[in-house]
T-cell receptor
Framework: DTAVSQTPKYLVTQMGNDKSIKCEQNLGHDTMYWYKQDSKKFLKIMFSYNNKELIINETVPNRFSPKSPDKAHLNLHINSLELGDSAVYFC???????????FGSGTQLSVL | DAKTTQPPSMDCAEGRAANLPCNHSTISGNEYVYWYRQIHSQGPQYIIHGLKNNETNEMASLIITEDRKSSTLILPHATLRDTAVYYCIVRETGNQFYFGTGTSLTVIP
């Protein structure tokens, strides 16, 4: 069983399109995150949700809209995709008061 | 933002100990030191964490200086599969994990 799973693994799309990435965790964690890793391999936090509530939004354009239907899921919807959105997006989860951060295997987004 | 400084790259001979340093001179009293690694383009993987005592688990050892301003991650017998980017992070419980640029470790046969 994969602890943090995200789909799709690869996503190739045209500029201007709208796309979603899904994430699910079966660890019983109360906090979920989205990270973006750009071509320079810098891993930057985008959003953090605790028990379905947004607790951090790190100056991400409002074209990015996370949605958490329950505490085991955190999906990322991106409107009007731009070339600069091309990156690997990682979902992660943890207990807010806990120690470990567990990552999914990533979604490689390519905007053409 | 990341509060740590690490060398950008290091090499280590296979079978030898890999010692990866990290400076965190502004660490506060209730911030923990965490280490993660990222192999190729996989998701980062937790290695170890500590507050002020040295820690050891099946993957690595963590040595934290007495003033807590720096730490060293030790992989006792490096293998080729340990080639990865290693991230040192300081984090207070309840706060976010901010990743720096990490150290790219290459284990040489």
């Amino acid at each position: 069983d994969t602890a943090v799973s995200q789909t799709p693994k690869y996503l190739v799309t045209q500029m201007g399109n709208d796309k979603s990435i899904k994430c699910e965790q079966n660890l019983g964690h109360d906090t979920m995150y989205w990270y973006k890793q750009d071509s320079k391999k810098f891993l930057k936090i985008m959003f953090s949700y605790n028990n379905k509530e947004l607790i951090i939004n790190e100056t991400v354009p409002n074209r990015f809209s996370p949605k958490s239907p329950d505490k085991a899921h955190l999906n990322l919807h991106i409107n009007s995709l731009e070339l600069g959105d091309s990156a690997v997006y990682f979902c992660a989860s943890s207990h807010l008061q806990g120690s470990g951060l567990f990552f999914g295997s990533g979604t490689q987004l390519s905007v053409l | 933002d990341a509060k740590t400084t690490q060398p950008p790259s290091m090499d280590c001979a296979e079978g030898r100990a890999a010692n990866l340093p990290c400076n965190h001179s502004t660490i506060s009293g209730n911030e923990y030191v965490y280490w993660y690694r990222q192999i190729h383009s996989q998701g980062p993987q937790y290695i170890i964490h500590g507050l002020k005592n040295n820690e050891t688990n099946e993957m690595a050892s963590l040595i934290i200086t007495e003033d807590r301003k720096s730490s060293t991650l030790i992989l006792p017998h490096a293998t080729l599969r340990d080639t990865a980017v290693y991230y040192c992070i300081v984090r207070e419980t309840g706060n976010q994990f901010y990743f720096g640029t990490g150290t790219s470790l290459t284990v040489i046969p």
